[in-house]
T-cell receptor, first 113, second 111 residues
Framework: DGGITQSPKYLFRKEGQNVTLSCEQN?????MYWYRQDPGQGLRLIYY???????QKGDIAEGYSVSREKKESFPLTVTSAQKNPTAFYLC????????????FGEGSRLTVL | QQQVKQSPQSLIVQKGGISIINCAYE??????FPWYQQFPGKGPALLIA?????SEKKEGRFTISFNKSAKQFSLHIMDSQPGDSATYFC??????????FGAGTILRVKS
């Protein structure tokens, strides 16, 4: 079955630690996205990538980093510089030219202790 | 800057009733307006979408109404069922660019 796989589903980290969230897709989509979801704030775009080896900052990129070395993979690193990292993180993909039709993974819930 | 404003924040509807969620946008260049449905612990999924050249689109029990002059669009869920209980997000995009999401509406359908 085609889809997007995010891991881990739940993650706990101590303050000051970096953590990397995995996102893999087998939909052959060119574009991939990372969103952050907080209660009452909707989905806010962190980073997106339209092609391999290229990515752009979204609305809330500070404290995050990404890479896009393969078409199928778009990992997100939450660095210690992110002041409020506890959140639900969603990865998505879309066909090139159809960014409104996103396919989402099931999310990763990060809790900073 | 919130480019898409969604209301209400939460909604309780009796089974069989009509659920209505509203969104307003500011940017007249937006040309694609999707609605996403999200169940607890899951990622959102595209439910239905509309472009501004039509005023209404219906898919089963779900209907989008679009008012270009008022810069508003809404989702109507007819004959609401407990299985419709979820969070609903409206969104907008322009010219093939990235989506802007509303804040979401938590819908609960009471049986």
């Amino acid at each position: 079955d085609g889809g997007i796989t995010q891991s881990p589903k739940y993650l706990f980290r101590k303050e000051g630690q970096n953590v990397t969230l995995s996102c893999e897709q087998n939909l052959n989509h060119d574009a991939m996205y990372w969103y952050r979801q907080d209660p009452g704030q909707g989905l806010r775009l962190i980073y997106y990538s339209q092609i391999v080896n290229d990515f752009q900052k979204g609305d809330i990129a500070e404290g995050y980093s990404v890479s896009r070395e393969k078409k199928e993979s778009f990992p997100l690193t939450v660095t210690s510089a992110q002041k409020n990292p506890t959140a639900f993180y969603l990865c998505a993909s879309s066909l090139q030219g159809a960014p409104g039709e996103l396919f989402f993974g099931e999310g990763s819930r990060l809790t900073v202790l | 800057q919130q480019q898409v404003k969604q209301s209400p924040q939460s909604l309780i509807v009796q089974k069989g009733g009509i659920s209505i969620i509203n969104c307003a946008y500011e940017n007249t260049a937006f040309d694609y307006f999707p609605w996403y449905q999200q169940f607890p612990g899951k990622g959102p999924a595209l439910l239905i979408a509309i472009r501004p050249d039509v005023s209404e689109k219906k898919e089963g029990r779900f209907t989008i109404s679009f008012n270009k002059s008022a810069k508003q669009f809404s989702l109507h869920i007819m004959d609401s069922q407990p299985g419709d209980s979820a969070t609903y997000f409206c969104a907008a995009s322009k010219g093939g660019n990235k989506l802007v999401f509303g804040a979401g509406t938590i819908l609960r359908v009471k049986s």
